[in-house]
């Protein structure tokens, strides 16, 4: 305890500093020594659970917080306070020490055991004075710089433990010195009903945060589905927010870093600036801003830049200076975003009409919030949690924008898989019909080949190989069956006479003739070799054979070959083979018996038809048979 002259003597000392320092400040003090009312009778704690204490406190501002205990119950200072009236007293941010100054007096129960709540969890230092009518004082120390286990009761608000001994006035002085905004919920409890509010409101900030994991939960399974990146800064967001949320209401410190008051102070600040970047990131990312306003655009970057900047001067700079500059950057960023928000919706962007209703909530509810905080709307459930019914819904709303994306990827993925299966079928049948146009030219070309292969270059007439199918198709054939051999008479002499040309020109003319004279259907003119051809006539007795021998043989006779203006005439002889119906005969058998009638006709004279008999069918002639016949003009 201070002497009196050792009081006298401060008190002038303060009196003089606060003369050098703060001229003004002295007027107003003397003015409100006249003012000030009568010190009130002190507030009655009876038998309810629950007192707040702002409307019964009187506050006195220490500009340089050099008074202490001893001053501040000196008769004259204690004159200076003023009452606060106002249910939280709020200081705002100040560098100044505040005093608070309640009387209590017990009349009810000597057994009950109270606790001091100081409802604010980010004050730094708050020392509690407690002074007996006696002048004994007991001081207590509080604040979020002291490790969490020295709470009287482990809240997340900063507590003390007080004893009201029934019947006797006790006066609590509290001085509070913070970094923080110096906002002073002053509420005594009776130690039960404290615990059983704390247990309520833990239920409900439970719940609040329930929604946020949830959430959390939600947007983290649909990025890793999607990897769409705005659900990457909303989880981001989310994440953040969640942790500013939590050392905003002292649960962190409670529960997450206890034992560190210093990461405590810094948290707060950090986590404003990554909320701040993350939420700004996320509406830019998903509103896909550059392409709308590039205005707005720059300014959610430079927005996003501040904020990490505001991060960044956390762990550096004073927790008081940062937490000011973090609320300008929040404020700015929550404005960027809402612009943003409006003007996508203005350019009828659906999705952007979730973003502004989920941040009008949010702002409507820190106005609610604001507007409690200065006694405007009362005190009740709904505006002291306005902020986390606010974050909460924001966040459904933000999950509403999100789903609706969702839906929209899942529409323009539907679609494009459509499109892709269509273009892909169209792709097969393009291919299918290219492909089969390219087997129709093959098997064209194969066929021409085929054709080709058969076919005398020269007269472009059939060729012995094409005879060998034809006759191995005719195996097993049931009718009868002949074959004539045509040879051209003296060809040497019409070649050397008129030249080779003429000689090939001949043998063109020969086919033009026979082909002009044969009946149509299946009767085959082939050339066998040199100026020998066969002619193949399928269902034909050897008489009909050798009657369209003769026929060929006087077409070729009158009908001369016109070369150039030459008429080149020439005669045949024919030869004629046949096999009966059913019997078997090879080629070479029938064309041995045919070159042995052919043999015949040459030496009989030419230009005549000559028959093979008594040839055995089956096995190749090994000598000229005798003539059946002869025909042809006379020697
Ligand atoms: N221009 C031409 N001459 C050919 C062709 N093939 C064979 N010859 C000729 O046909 C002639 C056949 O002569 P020969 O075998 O002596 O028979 P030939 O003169 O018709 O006498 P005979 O058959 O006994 O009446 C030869 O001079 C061959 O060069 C051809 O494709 N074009």
Redesign the pocket.
């Known amino acids: 305890m201070l002497t009196a002259s050792s009081t006298a003597h401060l008190l002038r000392a303060t009196a003089a500093r606060l003369l050098r320092y703060r001229a003004a400040m002295l007027l107003v003090l003397l003015h409100l020594w006249l003012a000030a009312p009568a010190i009130a009778e002190p507030l009655q704690v009876g038998p309810a659970a629950r007192y707040l204490l702002g409307p019964s406190t009187y506050h006195l501002v220490d500009p340089r917080g050099f008074l202490g205990i001893a001053n501040v119950v000196h008769p004259d200072v204690a004159a200076a306070f003023r009452p606060s009236l106002a249910e939280t007293p709020n200081f705002g941010f100040t560098r100044a020490a505040v005093w608070l100054r309640t009387e209590l007096l017990n009349t009810h129960d000597a057994s009950a055991r109270w606790i001091l709540e100081v409802g604010y969890p980010l004050l730094d230092q708050v020392d509690l004075y407690v002074v007996r009518a006696s002048g004994a004082t007991r001081m207590q120390r509080g604040g979020d710089t002291l490790p969490f286990a020295q709470r009287a009761a482990a809240a997340r608000h900063i507590n003390f433990e007080l004893e009201l001994p029934p019947g006797e006035p006790v006066t609590l002085y509290l001085r509070v010195r913070s970094g923080s905004s110096v906002q002073m919920p002053l509420v005594l409890w009776e130690k039960h009903e404290f615990y059983a509010a704390d247990r309520e409101e833990q239920l409900v900030l439970g719940l609040y945060y329930g929604v946020l994991v949830a959430m959390l939960a939600f947007s983290t399974m649909v990025y890793f589905s999607t990897r769409s990146r705005a659900y990457l800064f909303y989880v981001g967001y989310l994440v953040c927010y969640a942790l500013l949320q939590l050392s905003l209401n002292g649960l962190a410190f409670q529960y997450l870093w206890p034992r560190h008051p210093l990461l405590n102070e810094i948290a707060t600040t950090f986590f404003v600036g990554t909320t701040c970047a993350f939420a700004v990131q996320f509406s830019r990312s998903f509103l896909d801003l550059a392409r709308h306003s590039r205005v707005l655009d720059r300014a959610s970057l430079g927005a996003i830049a501040a904020s990490i900047g505001v991060a960044l001067a956390a762990p550096a700079f004073p927790y008081g200076d940062v937490i000011q500059a973090a609320t300008g950057v929040g404020l700015v960023g929550s404005v960027v975003i809402l612009c943003s928000a409006v003007v996508c919706l203005l350019k009828k962007e659906k999705q952007a009409l979730y973003l502004t209703l989920a941040w009008t909530i949010f702002l409507v509810a820190i106005v609610v919030f604001s507007l409690k905080t200065m006694n405007v709307l009362p005190t009740n459930f709904f505006t002291q949690n306005a902020m986390q019914f606010g974050s909460a819904l924001e966040a459904v709303m933000l999950g509403f924008a999100l789903t609706h994306r969702y839906k929209l990827l899942m529409e323009e993925s539907g679609r494009l898989q459509a499109e892709a299966a269509a273009n892909l079928e169209a792709q097969v049948r393009r291919r299918t019909a290219e492909l089969n146009q390219a087997l129709q030219q093959l098997s064209t070309a194969n066929a021409s080949l085929e054709d080709l292969s058969q076919r005398d270059p ?1 007269t472009r007439a059939r060729n012995r190989l094409y005879l060998t199918r034809r006759f191995e198709a005719l195996a097993g054939r049931i009718e009868p069956l002949s074959l004539l051999l045509l ?10 006479l008129n ?6 020109a ?2 063109h003319h020969l086919c033009d003739v026979v082909g002009h004279t044969l009946r149509g259907g299946s009767d085959e003119l082939v050339r066998w ?3 020998e051809f066969a002619v193949l006539l399928p269902g034909t007795t050897s008489e009909d054979a050798r009657t369209i021998g003769e026929r060929l043989r006087i077409a070729i006779e009158t009908a001369p070959a016109q070369v150039g203006d030459r008429r080149i005439a020439f005669t045949v ?1 024919v030869g004629v083979a046949s096999a009966a119906p059913d019997t078997a005969v090879t080629l070479s058998t029938l064309v041995a018996q045919a070159d042995a009638a052919l043999y015949g006709a ?1 030496h009989g004279g ?1 230009n005549r038809v000559c028959t093979g008999l008594g040839l055995p069918l089956r096995d190749a002639a090994p000598h000229p048979p005798a003539l059946e016949l002869q025909s042809g003009p006379p020697a």
């Open positions: 020269l040879d051209i008479d003296h060809f040497k002499r019409i070649n050397d030249g080779h040309g003429a000689g090939d001949c043998l070799g040199g100026e002889s040459k030419r």
